[in-house]
């Protein structure tokens, strides 16, 4: 378990600044001590100057949740730091588990010991270690914010800057000491790329929802919110030339601003067989979910099953690897059955080899002939004219046949095994139960999809109002699931739209002892 003297670092002793210093960067100076009224007032400051300088680095903080204790601490609370984040961090795990966010703080007004004003665990987002603790030690809102910003920076994996580090301003955020800083430095920029780039941060991928922010809507801030069509950010920081940064509407022509089905600010067509259209209802700033065919849906002239919007073929993995040539011979797959490096079925280590059972042979190792002589990725490797790649990590092994291959007839690859496609996707019976306008077909969440304007659950109803997906619901079981993609442009083909490379944190704010 994390403890806070090996993982946290401090925020440390103040240097004398001016408030007027301050005041010209940040929201004006306002004293904390007061009424609850007083408190929001004072809140809203501090949590500003988060969403202020973090925008360069293409990050929006959104105020997901806002609790002011005003009867009595929900947590011991010491001029102890660390004890203070444990135990706040104790009471968050237990008591916040339910309310969706990112990242915990609590802003107090106890009196840290020695110069500290601030405690947070480094590199600990999306994990139960992922808080902090600020200490509300000045009438100066730019501080006090610049604090909180710092203590997030620790969050998502900054350190302290050193003397070698440099920002465009004239004090940095993550420097050891508060100056009213105003910008990240080189070193803390790149220190939040190895964090995004090696940790798991997947809490970050959802943007959240514009009815749980807590903060009254504004057009420019990045978020999509109550009255807005879409929101790209300020006049001077849009990119997106789908959306009207003065109007938070869509352009001229425009029916979307975003999204995996977004093309051109136009819902994209249907790719191929193993893909559904989407339409968007004029009125969302984001195209519905990307949908596509039901799994196990015959395609390329039954050379292939659908698979999640794809046809997998062992030959066109080939294409992939080696460029125009074929899949291998049978009697390659048969080297499979060895159980060694060159040929196997399952890989639970480094050094492990399963062979596979003869009936599965074509879904272990990949076998190719022709193209190029090497693989465009992964070690290379050859048994006779048997072509092969490798990969020296077992958890990043791309040298098997993919998920959803064809292995036989009415087969496919599920986990190296070669298995019916009712054993596989349990879908045989989908489509029969998507009678009136329907596409005949079930999407990938085996939910019947009409035809735009018709109404379910029997698709035979004209809704004249809009054109949208619909879906009738056929496994009650099923959780939705959010798919976007860190770092991932968007690309609005034949015009001049810039990329614009986005993500969010949703950042739960709990205040305080006064």
């Given at each position: 378990m994390m403890s806070s003297q090996d993982h946290c670092y401090y925020q440390g002793k103040i240097v004398g600044n001016s408030a007027s210093e301050a005041n010209s960067s940040f929201p004006n100076s306002i004293n904390c001590k007061g009424g609850q009224s007083t408190a929001l007032r004072c809140l809203s400051k501090y949590t500003n100057i988060p969403g202020q300088v973090y925008k360069p680095l293409l990050t929006f903080v959104a105020l997901v949740g806002l609790e002011i204790w005003t009867d009595a601490d929900k947590i011991t609370l010491s001029s102890n730091t660390e004890q203070n984040l444990d135990n706040f961090m104790n009471w968050r795990n237990k008591n916040l588990i339910n309310k969706k966010h990112d990242c915990a703080h609590l802003i107090s007004g106890i009196d840290f010991a020695g110069d500290t004003i601030?405690?947070?665990?480094?590199g600990a987002l999306c994990t139960g270690f992922s808080v902090?603790?600020?200490?509300?030690?000045?009438?100066?809102s730019a501080l006090v914010g610049a604090t909180l910003a710092h203590e997030l920076g620790h969050n998502l994996g900054m350190s302290h800057d050193t003397t070698t580090c440099k920002c465009s301003a004239d004090s940095c955020i993550m420097e050891a000491t508060v100056n009213a800083p105003k910008d990240f430095s080189t070193c803390s920029r790149s220190k939040y790329e190895e964090f995004l780039l090696s940790r798991g941060v997947d809490c970050l991928l959802d943007k959240p929802d514009y009815k749980t922010l807590v903060s009254p809507p504004v057009c420019g801030n990045g978020f999509v919110e109550a009255g807005e069509q879409c929101d790209c950010g300020t006049v001077k920081e849009c990119t997106n030339c789908c959306c009207n940064a003065s109007t938070c509407a869509f352009s001229e022509g425009s029916q979307c601003a975003?999204?995996?089905?977004?093309?051109?600010?136009?819902?994209?067509r249907k790719r191929d067989e193993c893909d559904l259209a989407e339409y968007c209802d004029g009125a969302s700033a984001v195209c519905p979910e990307d949908v596509f065919s039901v799994n196990g849906l015959p395609c390329d002239n039954t050379k292939g099953f659908c698979y999640n919007g794809e046809c997998p073929q062992r030959s066109r993995q080939c294409n992939k690897m080696y460029g125009p040539g074929e899949e291998g011979r049978a009697d390659c797959f048969q080297i499979n059955t060895v159980?060694?490096?060159?040929?196997?079925?399952?890989r639970p280590s480094n050094t492990q080899y399963i062979a596979c059972p003869l009936q599965d042979i074509y879904c272990g190792k990949l076998f190719c002939h022709n193209g190029t002589e090497y693989s465009t990725y992964g070690g290379w490797l050859k048994v006779g004219d048997c072509k092969a790649s490798h990969f020296a990590d077992f958890t990043k092994d791309y040298g098997q046949v993919e998920t959803g291959t064809k292995c036989a007839a009415g087969k496919v690859c599920i986990q190296n095994q070669c298995v019916d496609l009712e054993t596989a996707y349990k879908t045989a019976a989908c489509s029969a139960k998507c009678p009136g306008r329907s596409v005949s077909l079930c999407n990938h969440r085996g939910e019947c999809q009409c035809e735009p304007g018709w109404l379910p659950?029997?698709?035979?109803?004209?809704?004249?109002?809009?054109?949208s997906v619909t879906v009738q619901y056929l496994s009650p079981g099923w959780s939705k699931m959010y798919f976007t993609f860190i770092w991932k442009p968007r690309v609005a083909s034949g015009k001049k739209c810039q990329d614009h490379f986005t993500f969010q944190v949703h950042f739960l704010f709990l205040q305080f002892n006064k």
């Open positions: 601030g405690l947070a665990f480094v902090g603790v600020v200490q509300d030690y000045t009438d100066t975003e999204g995996e089905c977004c093309e051109d600010c136009k819902c994209r159980g060694q490096y060159y040929g196997y079925c399952k659950p029997y698709c035979d109803k004209e809704d004249k109002t809009y054109s």
